[in-house]
Structure formats: C-alpha cells, structure tokens
C-alpha cells in the first residue's frame, strides 16, 4: 500500500515564481493536512480539510492556498514564492473525525532562492 | 508560552539504556497524547497514543500520562541504535474534528 504520496521529493524553485506540491492519498481517509516543518519550530499546521470539498486555515496559513476536489488529493500551492517558504513540507492524513493517528508522505524539500 | 514544550536535546545514550523523553501541555482540554518518530529526511511515523491518563505499554515502548501534572512521557527500554530518530509528542482535544498540537521534537542517539 502506497499510503501518501508526495511530489515532488524535492525542488529548487526561484522567488516569484509560483509552484504547487501534490499529494496523494490511497486510504480514503476523510481528513488531509499540509505542515510545513523549519528547525527549531517543529512541525506547524498550514491548511487542512476534514472532508472533500472543505478546507481550513491552519497557524501559518499566508502564502499558500489548498483545494480539495476529491477523496484522494490535497495539493498545496504558493503562488508567489518568497525565500522565508524555504522548507519541508508534510502531507499528512488521518481516517475519522478524533484524530488520533495521522499518516505522513515523506516530503518535499522546498528551497527558495 | 507554546501549548505543548518540548526539550529539542539531542539526548546521547548507550545502547542499551533506558531512555525518558517527556513533554508538558499547557492546555488541559487536550485528551489524546501521541508519540511519533521520525528518521531523518522521513515523515513521522505514530509510535503509540493514549487517551487520558495511565499508561501503556507496546513492546520496549511506554507512553505515560499524567493530565494532573500536564506531562507526558515515553520510556525506551534497551534503547537500540535503529532508535535513534527524533520523536515528537503530539495532543489533541476529543471535539468534533481538531487538529494535532505537536512538540518541536527531541532527538534521540543511541550509540553502539
């Protein structure tokens, strides 16, 4: 079982430019995240959705927006990339409505230069 | 004051050891505790969770929660060095969907 995917492993991409981070789920899980993770603040919340079609803002939501047109996908887009989004970004699902166990994709290395 | 502390270390033992790593909570609507672990240049992974207080085991690992005292705890008997990782605690309140609160994360070395 693949369980999260995410795309790409990693990517250098220039200020301004704009860029979106996909990510894949096969579990069918209700609810998605997008974290982003900087040393020294540990992993923090951008976006997340509970169901298809409904997302929200999480604690660093600035700069990026989230759709979730199905079951399966939650792709995260920057729209104008600026140095300070330099990071590893998380995809992350979890099955129900307490959610107590959220699985991870392996990551997207994300450099702004 | 962040709602979940936790020490960054790293935390250095021998193989071996019996390791403590320990998180403290600000918030005490918080009723699910998590521990996961990381590799690095890898997603976390859940270790084990616990719901409200007492303890539970899993192998050589023991999640510990104490809500009175706001502080969790994961205990590692005969710490090995495919232990060593960076392990964040999380929490999470029991209403409607919520999202996880996690710790920086502590890092772990267990040396041969």
């Known amino acids: 079982t693949a369980g999260i995917t995410q795309a790409p492993t990693s990517q250098i991409l220039a200020a301004g430019r704009s860029m979106t981070l996909r990510c894949t789920q096969d579990?069918?899980?209700?609810?998605m995240y997008w974290y982003r993770q900087d040393l020294g603040l540990g992993l923090r919340l951008i976006h997340y959705s509970n169901t298809a079609g409904t997302t929200g803002k999480g604690e660093v939501p600035d700069g990026y927006s989230v759709s979730r047109a199905n079951t399966d996908d939650f792709p995260l887009t920057l729209a104008s990339a600026v140095p300070s989004q330099t990071s590893v970004y998380f995809c992350a699902s979890s099955p129900g409505v307490v959610n107590t166990e959220a699985f991870f994709g392996q990551g997207t290395r994300l450099t702004v230069v | 004051q962040k709602e979940v502390e936790q020490d960054p270390g790293p935390l250095s033992v021998p193989e071996g050891a019996i390791v403590s790593l320990n998180c403290t909570y600000s918030n005490s609507a918080f009723q699910y505790f998590m521990w996961y672990r990381q590799y690095s240049r890898k997603g976390p992974e859940l270790l084990m969770y616990t719901y409200s207080s007492g303890n539970k085991e899993d192998g050589r690992f023991t999640a510990q929660v104490d809500k009175s005292s706001k502080y969790i705890s994961l205990f590692i008997r005969d710490s090995q060095p495919s232990d060593s990782a960076t392990y964040l605690c999380?929490?999470?309140?029991?209403?409607?969907?919520?999202?996880?609160?996690f710790g920086k994360g502590t890092m772990l070395l267990v040396s041969p």
């Open positions: 579990m069918r899980h209700n609810a």
């Open positions: 999380a929490m999470i309140y029991p209403s409607g969907y919520s999202t996880l609160t």
